[in-house]
């Protein structure tokens, strides 16, 4: 009995020792979030309507939004978000910028610019933008808070961008072609016109940019036509011309003057600048017929990796002196690549993308080949050796 009593007394001095250490925790309690004081409404834009430039658009200040500390009911740290979006989208998938615990952030115009036009709203027209403010409270230890999000006002802006491509000199053509007895029909037929297609049909770059690699013969002259098979209109030059180009004009009075010697060149149009360059290129640098192959393609699995391919199902066709296309149907998750020669594996093209983008060559296709749509169907591809870039639809 004695030893019970001694264990008793040791517990209970044990539990008081303890209940003595045990400091006394302070408990914060927080309430939803709110944006609006006394002194501010919530968040204030500088202007609620733009009309942006191009004047000094990457170092003049377009819009500044503004907003108050959040009070959450404790000292607590508060991260904010500024979220942006079309009046259309509606916040479903706004574009949100953490700015911390920063208070305001201004865009410049061409900073705005590109933000508008992100958001779907066209150069030259009037469009709505929503903003708002998202504020959140992170807990000590980095994790979510239970305390709900707590959004400012919405302001809504009318805004008009600018267009980022530049105006051309001269309007620009939907196609453009190379007539003269410098071109592969010399003095018999190189005047002829219509011209061969494609091999005489320049490769559209971009908006306002044509080129062509062609063999040219040496101490000749050329023309460009807008249409083929029409002397109606015309590019020429109105003084002297120079083998390495120089500026063009609508129906100039002159010729343009080809290299000096033989040989296969490219010729660069440019209508923003009203210019065209000559200068020697390289062979095989431009294929002159494509093909593809891979599991993606009609032979799948058991025959797609076949070379040579099936022809003509298998070849694109070539619509201009340097861009390609086919319609075929394609295997969905496989993949396929781009011969220059069919049979030939020494070279071949490709990219990263199921949708398109930049042309890779060789080695640096990743994983040796070109990813296909995730579904299975019909698709077009365009190959576009001039601009660098291919296109899946």
């Given at each position: 009995m004695r030893n019970i009593f001694k264990l008793l007394s040791i517990s209970t001095l044990l539990m008081l020792a303890m209940a003595a250490c045990r400091k006394e925790e302070t408990r914060t309690t927080l309430h939803q979030g709110t944006f609006y004081t006394a002194a501010s409404p919530g968040l204030a834009a500088s202007t609620t309507t733009l009309v942006l430039d191009s004047a000094n658009a990457s170092a003049t200040k377009a819009i500044t939004f503004n907003w108050p500390v959040v009070n959450f009911g404790d000292n607590v740290l508060v991260s904010y978000t500024l979220q942006l979006?079309?009046?259309?989208?509606?916040?479903?998938?706004?574009?949100?910028?953490?700015?911390?615990?920063g208070l305001s952030q201004s865009y410049t115009k061409a900073d705005f610019n590109a933000l508008a036009q992100s958001l779907g709203l066209v150069a030259g027209t009037a469009g709505k933008l929503i903003v708002r403010v998202k504020a959140d409270v992170t807990q000590y230890n980095g994790?979510?808070?239970?305390?709900?999000?707590?959004?400012s006002n919405t302001?809504?802006?009318?805004?008009?961008?600018?267009?980022n491509i530049p105006q051309p000199k001269y309007p620009v053509p939907a196609n453009l072609y190379i007539v003269g007895n410098a071109t592969p029909g010399g003095e018999t037929h190189g005047w002829d016109n219509p011209v061969p297609v494609p091999n005489q049909q320049f490769t559209r770059i971009d908006a306002n940019t044509f080129g062509i690699v062609l063999q040219l013969i040496g101490g000749k002259q050329f023309l460009l036509l807008p249409k083929?098979?029409?002397?109606?209109?015309?590019?020429a030059i109105a003084g002297t011309g120079d083998p390495a180009g120089g500026a063009f004009e609508p129906d100039a009075a002159n010729n343009m003057a080809g290299p000096t010697t033989d040989g296969l060149y490219k010729i660069i149009v440019d209508f923003v600048k009203g210019t065209y360059t000559i200068t020697p290129a390289v062979a095989g640098a431009i294929p002159v017929n494509l093909f593809i192959v891979g599991d993606a393609t009609p032979g799948g699995d058991a025959h797609g990796w076949d070379n040579p391919v099936p022809v003509p199902s298998q070849q694109f066709t070539r619509i201009s002196s340097g861009e390609f296309t086919i319609t075929i149907s394609l295997f969905g998750g496989k993949g396929y690549l781009f011969l220059p020669v069919n049979g030939d594996w020494t070279h071949k093209y490709g990219g990263?993308?199921?949708?398109?983008?930049?042309?890779?060559?060789d080695n640096a296709v990743p994983s040796?080949?070109?990813?296909?749509?995730?579904?299975?169907?019909?698709y077009t591809i365009n190959v576009n050796f001039f601009s660098g870039q291919y296109t899946v639809k």
């Amino acid at each position: 009995m004695r030893n019970i009593f001694k264990l008793l007394s040791i517990s209970t001095l044990l539990m008081l020792a303890m209940a003595a250490c045990r400091k006394e925790e302070t408990r914060t309690t927080l309430h939803q979030g709110t944006f609006y004081t006394a002194a501010s409404p919530g968040l204030a834009a500088s202007t609620t309507t733009l009309v942006l430039d191009s004047a000094n658009a990457s170092a003049t200040k377009a819009i500044t939004f503004n907003w108050p500390v959040v009070n959450f009911g404790d000292n607590v740290l508060v991260s904010y978000t500024l979220q942006l979006d079309s009046v259309a989208g509606n916040f479903a998938k706004p574009v949100s910028v953490s700015l911390g615990s920063g208070l305001s952030q201004s865009y410049t115009k061409a900073d705005f610019n590109a933000l508008a036009q992100s958001l779907g709203l066209v150069a030259g027209t009037a469009g709505k933008l929503i903003v708002r403010v998202k504020a959140d409270v992170t807990q000590y230890n980095g994790a979510a808070s239970t305390v709900p999000s707590a959004l400012s006002n919405t302001v809504t802006l009318t805004v008009t961008p600018y267009s980022n491509i530049p105006q051309p000199k001269y309007p620009v053509p939907a196609n453009l072609y190379i007539v003269g007895n410098a071109t592969p029909g010399g003095e018999t037929h190189g005047w002829d016109n219509p011209v061969p297609v494609p091999n005489q049909q320049f490769t559209r770059i971009d908006a306002n940019t044509f080129g062509i690699v062609l063999q040219l013969i040496g101490g000749k002259q050329f023309l460009l036509l807008p249409k083929n098979g029409d002397w109606s209109h015309k590019y020429a030059i109105a003084g002297t011309g120079d083998p390495a180009g120089g500026a063009f004009e609508p129906d100039a009075a002159n010729n343009m003057a080809g290299p000096t010697t033989d040989g296969l060149y490219k010729i660069i149009v440019d209508f923003v600048k009203g210019t065209y360059t000559i200068t020697p290129a390289v062979a095989g640098a431009i294929p002159v017929n494509l093909f593809i192959v891979g599991d993606a393609t009609p032979g799948g699995d058991a025959h797609g990796w076949d070379n040579p391919v099936p022809v003509p199902s298998q070849q694109f066709t070539r619509i201009s002196s340097g861009e390609f296309t086919i319609t075929i149907s394609l295997f969905g998750g496989k993949g396929y690549l781009f011969l220059p020669v069919n049979g030939d594996w020494t070279h071949k093209y490709g990219g990263a993308s199921k949708t398109g983008g930049a042309l890779l060559a060789d080695n640096a296709v990743p994983s040796s080949n070109t990813p296909s749509p995730d579904v299975s169907g019909s698709y077009t591809i365009n190959v576009n050796f001039f601009s660098g870039q291919y296109t899946v639809k």
